[in-house]
């Protein structure tokens, strides 16, 4: 009965290539993010969907793309891949826009080599 | 945008000894501001929250103290043990979906 989940848990890859991280959450929540976690475990948010709608894009490079196919779900998919990409990737979500507990996922690690 | 810091960024403390965490903010219309702990490899998880319109807000051993006026706010907690061990994260936020963290701070409970 996990709440939040992430595919694929390690994700180890070569620069250049394209990869995507999905995430899928069964609390009935409407409003999902991404945050990327760097070595130095800073937390920083890229995206926010509300009801399957981008409501906050924080200055991501336009090589990750997030796709929300509908309200469960949020995928992440990043182009290109750098060494700087390496990281834990985290999704979460929470109910509404109101101020209200964000749910995490168990993250994925990405390493470009 | 909203800047959060937090110090200190280690912190290793006694078993039962108290443990502050302290954090300030930049943006005056931030309202909300949770606490989340990440034990190593997991994911964060709340573990409390204030609002702008409390002063102080406590939870059994955690405690969590907003100065608005100064923009800081802090998290206590008393009579550690060696399960607080984890990272501690605080966050702020205006609008309830856009939230911005501290840089965490790595808390050591010594048996």
């Known amino acids: 009965d996990t709440a939040v989940s992430q595919t694929p848990k390690y994700l180890v890859t070569q620069m250049g290539n394209d990869k995507s991280i999905k995430c899928e959450q069964n609390l009935g929540h409407d409003t999902m993010y991404w945050y990327k976690q760097d070595s130095k475990k800073f937390l920083k948010i890229m995206f926010s969907y509300n009801n399957k709608e981008l409501i906050i894009n924080e200055t991501v490079p336009n090589r990750f793309s997030p796709k929300s196919p509908d309200k469960a779900h949020l995928n992440l998919h990043i182009n290109s891949l750098e060494l700087g990409d390496s990281a834990v990737y985290f999704c979460?979500?929470?109910?509404?826009?109101?101020?209200?507990?964000?749910?995490f996922g168990p993250g994925t690690r990405l390493t470009v080599l | 945008g909203e800047n959060v810091e937090q110090h200190p960024s280690t912190l290793s403390v006694q078993e039962g000894d108290s443990a502050v965490i302290k954090c300030t903010y930049s943006d005056s219309a931030s309202n909300y501001f949770p606490w989340y702990k990440q034990e190593l490899g997991k994911r964060p998880q709340l573990i409390i929250d204030?609002?702008?319109?409390?002063g102080e807000k406590k939870d059994q051993r955690i405690a969590v103290t907003l100065n608005k006026t100064a923009k800081h706010f802090s998290l206590h907690i008393t009579e550690t043990q060696p399960e607080d061990s984890a990272v501690y994260f605080c966050?702020?936020?205006?609008?309830?979906?856009?939230?911005?963290f501290g840089t965490g701070t790595s808390l050591t409970v010594i048996p």
């Open positions: 204030i609002r702008s319109n409390v």
């Open positions: 966050a702020a936020s205006r609008t309830g979906n856009q939230f911005y």
């Open positions: 979460a979500s929470s109910q509404g826009t109101g101020f209200n507990e964000q749910f």
